[in-house]
């Protein structure tokens, strides 16, 4: 059964501005990427939380072994401006990526340079003003894994966001692929979708669309403003 990857985005945030700090570290590790030595001052440098282990608003979760396969992946990764591979060239490069640990919370952190061009200078000031505040990860991976059963959710009846028992329903995203970028978002912005061909559709729809390529009959049945899935 041949089940596609997902494409997908999840929003995270900046973290903070590195832009006085002078360090032979930091120039070293842009250099991996630069066809010339920067000076410190040609670039700004910020720090962007691009995802976690926690459950987001879409019900879905990176457990911590994707993180650390995302966390690999990053460095060398464009910037973009909302997700725009079509229209725009890249504002940044990631150059290096950390994984960060507050109690459980684990989370993707890499930093990111960018360059003191006059085209960059608004994209700079607006970080900076704390206007962009906001980010996403466009990302691939394979398999949303039940945390009820356990199964790849499009072979298994269970709804995220639904309570079982004392558990509520989420998804695990496991084997992560690729990661595509990372977008700054003007704050509010941000939402989840998927990016490509018949995939710009909401999760819940994908989900169906995904469990409709797995196995019928299904049925989809709307119940109080939100959909929900009832096998027939
Ligand atoms: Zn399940």
Redesign the pocket.
């Known amino acids: 059964m041949g089940l596609e990857p997902f494409l997908f985005r999840r929003s995270g945030c900046l973290v903070g501005a590195r832009s006085g700090e002078l360090s032979s570290e930091v120039e070293g590790e842009v250099g991996r990427f630069s066809l010339r030595d920067l000076g410190r001052d040609e670039y700004a440098v910020f720090t962007l939380d691009l995802c976690h282990n926690g459950v987001d608003r879409h019900f879905s979760r990176f457990p911590d072994e994707e993180l650390e396969t995302i966390n690999g992946m990053v460095p060398g990764r464009p910037l973009m401006e909302r997700h725009d591979l079509k229209g725009s060239l890249p504002r940044g490069t990631f150059f290096r990526s950390c994984l960060h640990r507050e109690g459980d919370r684990v989370s993707v952190r890499p930093d990111v340079y960018v360059m003191r061009t006059g085209e960059n200078a608004d994209f700079i000031l607006n970080i900076e003003g704390g206007v962009y505040r906001e980010t996403s990860i466009g990302f691939a991976f394979e398999t949303p894994e039940?945390?009820?059963?356990?199964?790849d959710?499009r072979?298994?009846?269970?709804v995220p966001g639904r309570s079982y028992g004392d558990e509520s329903?989420h998804y695990v995203m496991r084997n992560v692929l690729d990661v595509i970028e990372g977008s700054v978002v003007p704050s509010g912005s941000q939402g989840t979708r998927f990016v490509s061909e018949a995939r710009a559709l909401p999760l819940s729809e994908a989900l169906v669309a995904g469990r409709e390529a797995f196995h019928r009959p299904i049925g989809l049945a709307s119940q109080g403003g939100s959909r929900v899935w009832a096998r027939e």
């Open positions: 039940c945390s009820i059963c356990h199964k959710l072979t298994c009846d269970h329903c």
